[in-house]
């Protein structure tokens, strides 16, 4: 049988994007339009923030941005006609049935004509309210499951998930299989969205009573989010909801195509493409990497042994493009895993130089060493952090060191950080990625190193000293500090 390319398999296809507005997707679209400009097209649902039109919001929160340049220099003065004729905005929310879809003609013109789905929804707080965490990850996840059963032509049904909803597991290597295979007996059967639902809904009715304040009803509703997700075995709301967004689509594969689920690990900076360094706000490793070039961590959490699991965007798009092309009913070319239940590890911590949390921090500190970001008399020393195994130690460490904590705000923040990444920097897990191994290694067998070089997620080819000081550190400071120097001092 004569294969085609990776690229040439994305002609034509007509594609639904979800949380189109996040970094991931944006990612994702960008590269698409880019290598491939004869997609056919793109619907990406956009919630309606404001007053503005659905294209108004396209433009200012998507292809407006700096990652679409190297695209809008390509075309020139024809980018605005290219990314009408390839893209539809639609204002729409996950959280409801349908989508929140009002147009019946366009959504039957949706259902008709979609191949693709990819659902990159999510809020990834780690602990947001938690009413909203079960509303977009939970429900969010079945909502754009039960939308892409309705559609006609549907070739591929893509989850964007996380590594971390096997933080259940603490230790050993975490499988690229399905919660039901891999979590406990006592959380394998967790039929519980419906009770949590009216949980969430009781606890509403009791803050209205009582007339609390919006302030007062986000801390409540954060904190139960923390208590539920502790009380069944997870670090935060947002592992939590994603697990049961997981098991949600887990409990619906009677489909007549391929679910695939993609769960990358802590997501950074580009790498490489489309130019090195681009990154949308802060990512889970970067409060701690600014906290460092701020003097405000002057302690914290892990050793030799910790690591932290992180991986570039541009890497965890690749793989995304990698697992559609190969999965896709149409395409005939997947090496079969034995069912329609396919999941893939997106990460590096069986990488033969793992991420150690100690390394990366290190670098953090050599950076702002030698490139102070921060002026004016505020500005705090740049601080080698001194690093404690457990959290035992490290809170010894602060009761015998620091006599009055409360005055000493950088100690206080390291506490609060430490114990937000407690769960993370501590975890003695890795997570296995033998089946992106195996992704990778059949896709250039059969597509050539020439596209397996242009959809590169092996994150062996990195070399991260050389990534966090010359390529992720940089890239946070041009692309989110400086615009929000104002604002940093929160950290």
Not at 131 to 156: I, P, R
Request: proline share 4%; net charge neutral.
């Amino acid at each position: 049988m004569e294969l085609s390319g990776i690229v040439q398999s994305l002609e034509n296809k007509i594609i639904l994007i979800t949380g189109s507005t996040g970094f991931l997707s944006k990612l994702f679209v960008e590269k698409v339009l880019r290598v491939q400009p004869n997609v056919k097209h793109f619907y990406l649902l956009l919630r309606a923030a404001d007053a503005s039109s659905p294209t108004q919001r396209l433009n200012k929160d998507v292809t407006g941005k700096e990652l679409f340049r190297v695209l809008r220099k390509k075309h020139g003065l024809a980018f605005g006609s290219f990314i009408s004729e390839k893209v539809t905005p639609i204002f729409g929310d996950v959280s409801l049935e349908n989508l929140g879809i009002k147009d019946s003609d366009l959504e039957k013109k949706m259902h008709k004509e979609i191949h693709l789905v990819a659902n990159f929804a999510a809020t990834t707080n780690f602990n947001d309210r938690y009413d909203v965490s079960l509303a977009v990850n939970t429900m969010g996840a079945k909502h754009v499951l039960n939308f892409a059963e309705k559609c006609e032509n549907l070739e591929l049904f893509l989850h964007v998930s996380t590594a971390f909803v096997c933080t259940g597991e603490t230790s050993g290597v975490i499988l690229e299989k399905p919660l039901s295979q891999t979590l406990k007996e006592s959380s394998k059967n967790l039929d519980i969205i419906e009770e949590e639902k009216k949980l969430i809904q009781h606890r509403l009715d009791e803050l209205k009573a009582a007339q609390a304040s919006e302030k007062q009803e986000t801390a409540a509703m954060k904190d139960l989010g923390l208590e539920r997700a502790k009380f069944y075995g997870w670090a935060n709301t947002y592992a939590f909801t994603k697990a049961l967004g997981e098991i949600t689509i887990g409990r619906h594969l009677n489909r007549n195509f391929p679910v695939v689920i993609i769960r990358p690990t802590a997501v950074t900076s580009t790498c490489r493409d489309p130019f090195p360094g681009w990154v949308e706000g802060f990512k889970a490793l970067d409060p701690m990497v600014i906290s460092v070039g701020k003097g405000k961590l002057p302690c914290f959490l892990g050793d030799y042994e910790s690591f932290f699991d992180i991986i570039p965007g541009d890497m965890v798009v690749n793989s995304i493009i990698m697992a559609m092309v190969n999965h896709g009913k149409t395409n005939n070319l997947t090496f079969s895993r034995g069912d329609n239940n396919i999941i893939y590890h997106i990460g590096s911590s069986t990488h033969t130089e793992p991420t150690r949390i100690v390394k990366l921090l290190e670098y953090a500190y050599d950076y702002f060493l030698e490139n102070p970001v921060w002026t004016g008399r505020d500005t705090d020393q740049t601080v080698r952090p001194v690093f404690f195994p457990t959290m035992s130690s490290f809170q010894l460490h602060i009761d015998n060191n620091y006599t009055v904590p409360v005055k000493e705000q950088k100690v206080q923040f390291a506490k609060r950080l430490a114990e937000l990444y407690e769960p993370y920097v501590l975890f003695k897990g890795t997570f296995d990625t033998s089946a992106s191994n195996e992704l990778r290694m059949w896709s250039k067998a059969y597509y050539g190193p020439g596209e397996a070089n242009i959809f590169d997620f092996d994150p062996k080819h990195i070399d991260w000293k050389d990534y966090m000081m010359n390529v992720h550190i940089p890239g946070l400071i041009k692309y989110v500090v400086k615009p929000h120097l104002g604002n940093i001092s929160k950290l």
